[in-house]
């Protein structure tokens, strides 16, 4: 296997890649401009009942993190239903809100999303899960990732 580098670019076995997109994997969660949109008021909605839908659960390493941030959230059905990944959507709770599900999409399987380096700004980021399973049950989840600089 051949490598030659020239400047910048690394050619490695056919493949052209920049010098940063080698060094630097990560994914963007939430870019700066989205980060400095209003925040949306305060919501009445809630949600009544006992419901068999899936459960959201978002797996946090700790109260604050630095950006990039192991994203991860766990998806769990019951009663013999799959989770339909092709319902997911995932929200930035801004003002308009911010539709994160293609950034996410990628790092979406059954058992939930794994994005190992997920970028964010600095602050208070609120994000709002919706998801189905294959019975058409409904479930959505919505928390806060802090992130410090």
Known sequence: MGILRAGGLVLVAGFMFTMSALAYANDVLITDDEAKLPPVKESSEKTRGITRGPRIE?????NAAHSPIHFRVKFQS???????????KVTYVKNPTVDLTPRVKP??????IDMPNAVLPPGNHVLRIDLKDS???TAATSFTLKIVP
């Not at 978002?58 to 700790?62: K, N, S």
């Open 78 to 88: 019951f009663g013999g239903a799959r989770i339909d990944t092709e319902s997911l």
């Open 135 to 137: 019975d058409g049950r």
């Open 107 to 112: 790092f979406t399987q059954p058992t939930g």
């Open 58 to 62: 978002y797996l946090a390493d700790g």
